[in-house]
């Protein structure tokens, strides 16, 4: 089964990450399994030069896979961008949800996390939260948006509200429905 993705969008300095980190385990605390995507418009390296999985990729492997008790880690060689579909398919079946941060052009649900420190203005504007799928607002600040606004730390009530969303968790903890 192929989870459902949401992605936590929001202009550079804004608390995405910041605010995941609060997000994760208030899903997991409603009993959802929940992975999580980095975009990274750039090129980036997680491996290191002279390691054993760095030896084996310059040699040749296409894909590298790093296995211990604790962790597994790939290091894949793609001819693109994996789209977010190819990556919840491939990587994360086995999870309910797969927050991914940035992502903004992609047709998933948005949250935008929004500090008046870090802009004058939210990325999704009243004229587009429609076809940006726009479901919450995180911030600091009263936005004129049409959908629910939370706090930067009210982390728990977004949590329920993905819950009631997608997963059919009704207020008093109880599932309805669970895909």
């Known amino acids: 089964m192929t989870p459902h993705i949401l992605c936590i969008v929001g202009k550079k300095r804004s608390g995405k990450t910041t605010f995941m980190e609060k997000l ?19 090129s ?3 491996d290191h030069e ?6 084996l990729k310059q040699a040749g492997a296409e894909t590298v896979v790093v296995s211990s008790p604790e962790r597994v880690a790939m290091i ?3 001819k693109q961008e994996q789209t977010l579909e190819e990556l919840a398919e491939d990587l994360f079946r086995d999870q309910d949800l797969v927050l991914a ?3 903004f052009n992609s ?3 948005k949250i935008e996390v929004y500090r008046r420190e870090a802009h004058d203005r939210p990325l999704c504007d009243r004229g587009n939260q429609g076809e940006r799928k726009l479901i919450a607002m995180v911030t600091d600040r009263g936005v ?7 706090g930067l730390d009210d982390a728990h009530e977004v949590a329920a509200h993905v819950a009631r969303k997608y997963f059919g ?7 309805a429905t669970h895909d």
């Open 24 to 42: 994760l385990p208030e899903l997991q605390k409603l009993g959802l399994s929940v992975g999580a995507v980095k975009h990274d418009a750039h």
């Open 44 to 46: 980036f390296e997680i």
């Open 50 to 55: 002279g390691k054993d999985s760095w030896r």
């Open 76 to 78: 894949r060689t793609v």
């Open 101 to 103: 941060e940035g992502y």
């Open 107 to 109: 047709q998933h649900p």
């Open 144 to 150: 004129d948006a049409d959908v629910p606004k939370f």
């Open 169 to 175: 968790w009704v207020n008093s903890g109880m599932w």
